[in-house]
């Protein structure tokens, strides 16, 4: 969980725990084939031929497995707070959703889930989840930064009128 705060916006970024680079992903496949190959090699020098293909179906599911976590290492959620405007963004892959919110009617709402609490931002029918990368207690915690940072504003506009 990462956040940013200055006298203009506040950014609050969820994303996943990536403990290995995708370089490093490619490294541990390589080792792994490599061992994989070598046991089937010397299972097929021995007549056990049939060995073989099982290795190569193995490998290619653990390359598949690893190609999909690559794909997804960027997944996050960046909710920025600056003014009267809430700016929710959502990557998924390759896929990046955007949502813009007045802060006025923007609700931050935490409520019980199958696995400890569903945080999500709602305004005007709308509905976005943010923190789903998030433990259970980063996201109460979050829901509370993100109540706390809502409420400045909107108590400073009533300070102003």
């Known amino acids: 969980m990462e956040y940013a705060e200055s006298l203009a916006a506040f950014s609050f970024v969820a994303r996943r725990n990536s403990s290995i680079s995708p370089a490093s992903w490619r490294r541990v496949f390589a080792f792994i084939s ?3 190959l070598g046991i089937a090699a010397g299972f097929v020098a021995i007549g056990a031929w049939l060995v073989l293909p099982f290795a190569g179906i193995e490998l ?3 390359f598949w497995a690893f190609r999909y976590l690559e794909s997804h290492a960027q997944d996050c959620e960046r909710v920025t ?3 009267d405007r809430v700016l929710v963004e959502v990557v998924e ?6 949502y813009e919110f007045n802060r006025c009617w923007v609700q931050v709402v935490l409520e019980p889930a199958d696995r400890g609490y569903r945080l999500a931002l709602r305004s005007r029918g709308i509905e976005v989840d ?3 990368h998030l433990s259970t207690e980063n996201r109460v915690s979050a829901a509370g930064m993100l109540r706390r940072h809502m409420q400045k504003f909107n108590s400073g506009r009533h300070h102003d009128t």
Request: hydrophobic share 45%; proline share 0%.
């Open 34 to 36: 490599a061992v994989t």
């Open 60 to 62: 290619a599911l653990l």
């Open 81 to 83: 707070i600056e003014g």
């Open 93 to 98: 892959g390759k896929v990046e959703q955007r």
């Open 130 to 132: 943010v923190g789903r």
